[in-house]
């Protein structure tokens, strides 16, 4: 991997509200819904054997440490090239001793600053963040963290179609984590339904959406109780 070119940010430091919003993380496969607070350092993405260490803030504008710590050659396969122009890549010094490998040879490691967007207001910036965060957690087979999983959704295909290249084919690969994920389970579960109905709607997906109305109509009873609910369209 070559020092991306674009310079870094004069701003962009991660920018967490004094009284944040409540994000929680859906753990589709054991159908749980928990509290989260790891967007300073999530341990499910600082992988013993990451060569990537992922800092939520322009270079020099903080010395609090990474956020991740991630594989190099999974991002590489999954089409991510444009998130290394974009956002501000450096090789570090190598190190002293020997690689996890076994080697004998110090294994090359990488820092990489994403910032939210200047001009951005504080709120927004977490947002961006929490966006961040939840790309890697596709990349990387890890569940979603938001406010609401439908805009969750909705913010993670659009940061898919900035960090990655233009061949990937980004509504499949996210299909497929959500598959995965256990998010596709919408049995008894009115927020994946109504969340991803949401997230159909919004990129016009219609044998998605039709197949999570369906779903929502069966639990209609309760639906209104789910916070996912408010997003939908009226016209829905």
Same mark, same amino acid.
């Given at each position: 991997?070559?020092?991306?070119?674009?310079?870094?940010?004069?701003?962009?430091?991660?920018?967490?509200?004094?009284?944040?919003?409540?994000?929680?993380?859906?753990?589709?496969?054991?159908?749980?819904?928990?509290?989260?607070?790891?967007?300073?350092?999530?341990?499910?993405?600082?992988?013993?054997?990451?060569?990537?260490?992922?800092?939520?803030?322009?270079?020099?504008?903080?010395?609090?440490?990474?956020?991740?710590?991630?594989?190099?050659?999974?991002?590489?396969?999954?089409?991510?090239?444009?998130?290394?122009?974009?956002?501000?890549?450096?090789?570090?010094?190598?190190?002293?001793?020997?690689?996890?490998?076994?080697?004998?040879?110090?294994?090359?490691?990488?820092?990489?600053?994403?910032?939210?967007?200047?001009?951005?207001?504080?709120?927004?910036?977490?947002?961006?963040?929490?966006?961040?965060?939840?790309?890697? $957690?596709?990349?990387?087979?890890?569940? %979603? &963290?938001?406010t609401t999983m439908g805009?969750? =959704?909705?913010?993670? !295909?659009?940061?898919?179609?900035m960090f990655r290249a233009?061949? $990937?084919?980004?509504?499949?690969?996210? %299909? &497929?984590?959500?598959?995965?994920?256990?998010? =596709?389970?919408?049995? !008894?579960?009115?927020?994946?339904?109504?969340?991803?109905?949401?997230?159909?709607?919004?990129?016009?997906?219609?044998?998605?959406?039709?197949?999570?109305?369906?779903?929502?109509?069966?639990?209609?009873?309760?639906?209104?109780?789910?916070?996912?609910?408010?997003?939908?369209?009226?016209?829905?």
């Amino acid at each position: 991997m070559e020092r991306s070119r674009r310079p870094a940010s004069n701003a962009g430091i991660l920018k967490t509200p004094r009284r944040g919003p409540h994000v929680k993380r859906w753990d589709g496969k054991n159908r749980t819904c928990a509290d989260w607070d790891g967007l300073r350092r999530d341990s499910e993405l600082f992988f013993q054997n990451g060569d990537i260490l992922v800092h939520l803030y322009a270079k020099g504008n903080s010395r609090r440490g990474p956020t991740f710590r991630v594989p190099f050659e999974t991002l590489q396969k999954f089409n991510c090239g444009p998130l290394f122009s974009i956002c501000f890549a450096q090789l570090l010094p190598e190190l002293q001793g020997s690689s996890p490998t076994g080697s004998g040879r110090p294994q090359d490691k990488y820092e990489l600053y994403i910032p939210a967007p200047d001009h951005v207001p504080r709120d927004d910036a977490f947002s961006w963040h929490i966006t961040t965060r939840n790309f890697f $957690a596709l990349v990387y087979r890890k569940p %979603l &963290v938001g406010t609401t999983m439908g805009k969750a =959704l909705v913010t993670l !295909h659009d940061r898919m179609r900035m960090f990655r290249a233009k061949r $990937a084919n980004n509504h499949n690969d996210l %299909l &497929v984590y959500l598959e995965e994920m256990g998010y =596709l389970n919408f049995a !008894h579960h009115p927020d994946y339904a109504l969340a991803v109905l949401y997230y159909a709607e919004q990129y016009q997906i219609f044998g998605l959406w039709a197949d999570a109305f369906v779903h929502c109509v069966a639990m209609n009873d309760g639906l209104y109780l789910s916070p996912e609910f408010a997003a939908i369209s009226p016209t829905t």
